[in-house]
């Protein structure tokens, strides 16, 4: 199946006379004709379901569905974009290690990376993804385990090089995991391009309608966790009856781990509801992306255009530091969100949000709708003016995620917002 007909098709397909959608199971528990059939499970539960807080049918049909769009060998839903970050780590670290993460991510993986598992013994050593290879090898410890960048970062926008990367984490003997949130499998498959595991925030664009929230972690299967630097991987878990999951489940030993040891002790799993409505977004996730992308190339231009603009960054744009990279990773777009800085600063900008009556103010990316967010008023309001610019942060940047309005609507609101500054 081609990647459209899979957002229809793949992870469910009905048998004779069962219901054509994708039914919601809402039920914690599952029942088995014996104590004999119980132990069988327990003895590998992937034979069967066991209990909700790490499977569910329902979750089960998307994860699926996300696993073909990525090309992966299995998926694992997570009840936040957070919790997938977070797992797809410590199902390879543990205190005492640490892993190397590209700088520009999303600010909420900053904190999760930077203080949380610092707290844990993990230590994140943060680099320039710009950097050259010579140093990027510079910033390894004997101690690291896994590299992470984001294909498309949110919010600084710059384009992540897949495939450099996956060469250094790969020389190292460690995965390349990569957030592939904004441009989801339908602009990119970093599969392709070497990324070992791939993790989403389906929060955004995979759901689309901003209804609810939630993540996903992707293995391709292509990782050998047998080469020495992963013990937990090739030694019996004890927690599991003695199971050796390279040996158990040879290439998807990786994100049956994830499920068997995480997921059944974190507990951070989807509910069928949540997988219900995600499936809804899935379906239309290719007929989205495409416009996103060329409602949001439109917008730009027109920003760079405007004189009351001062700077406009879209990787999509001729010109934009990121443009050879976004042809090579983002071919078909690089989503629906822009940035840009208003000429006038922090009050200008305040002015020209408020007047918009189309795009609403929201904390939120990707909606199905188009908003705005002011950084300086809101992700980084408790700032100064001068710590502002210290932070790289310009007082008068807005962050713009387009929508799926019509174009001329979409241009209409922003002249009038630059009317009334
Ligand atoms: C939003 C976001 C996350 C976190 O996802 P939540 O679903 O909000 O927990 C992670 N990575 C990226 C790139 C994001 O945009």
């Known amino acids: 199946m081609k990647i459209e007909t899979k957002c229809l098709h793949a992870g469910y397909t009905p048998k004779n006379t069962e219901p054509r959608v994708v039914p919601i199971v809402q039920s914690t528990t599952y029942v088995y004709d014996s104590t004999d059939d119980v132990a069988a499970v327990f003895d590998d539960p992937t034979k069967s379901l ?66 949380t598992l610092k707290k844990l013994g993990i230590e994140c050593i943060f680099v320039d993804a710009d950097a050259s290879e010579d140093e990027i090898n510079a910033a390894f410890k004997p101690n690291t385990k896994a590299v992470f960048g984001e294909t498309l970062a949110n919010p600084a926008l710059t384009v992540f090089d897949i495939e450099k990367f996956a060469k250094i984490a790969h020389a190292h003997g460690v995965p390349l995991i990569i957030d592939n949130t904004f441009p989801t499998p339908i602009l990119c498959r970093p599969f392709e391009y070497g990324a070992d595991i791939i993790v989403h925030s389906t929060t955004k664009y995979m759901d689309g309608h901003a209804v609810q929230g939630g993540g996903v972690i992707v293995d391709s299967g292509n990782f050998d966790w047998t080469n020495g630097n992963f013990p937990e991987f090739t030694e019996p878990d004890e927690s599991y009856h003695g199971t050796i999951y390279t040996k158990t489940y040879g290439k998807a030993a990786y994100i049956i781990k994830a499920r068997m040891q995480l997921m059944r002790d974190f507990g951070c799993y989807p509910s069928a509801q949540s997988a219900f409505y995600l499936n809804l977004g899935l379906e239309t996730l290719h007929i989205r992306m495409k416009q996103y992308c060329e409602n949001a190339l439109t917008v730009a231009k027109y920003l760079e255009s405007n004189d009351k603009v001062e700077s406009v960054n879209y990787p999509g744009l001729p010109g934009n530091k990121y443009n050879e990279l976004a042809k090579k990773y983002l071919p078909d777009g690089t989503s629906g969100v822009i940035s840009f800085v208003i000429k006038g600063g922090r009050s200008t900008a305040v002015k020209f949000m408020d007047a918009l009556k189309l795009a609403s103010n929201e904390v939120h990316v990707a909606d199905i709708r188009t908003c705005v967010l002011h950084p300086a008023s809101a992700t980084h309001r408790q700032l100064t003016d001068e710590q502002l610019v210290a932070a790289g942060i310009n007082g008068g940047l807005i962050r713009l995620s387009v929508g799926l309005e019509n174009i001329d609507d979409i241009l209409d609101d922003l002249k009038q917002g630059f009317a009334a500054i």
């Open 50 to 115: 066991i209990y909700s807080r790490f499977e569910n049918p329902t979750v089960m049909a998307v994860e699926e569905k996300i696993n073909a769009l990525e090309g992966g060998i299995g998926a694992m839903c997570t009840s936040s974009g957070q919790a997938a970050s977070l797992l797809s780590l410590l199902n390879i670290l543990k205190a005492g290690d640490s892993f190397i993460s590209a700088a520009t991510i999303y600010g909420g993986t900053v904190n999760l990376f930077a203080y």
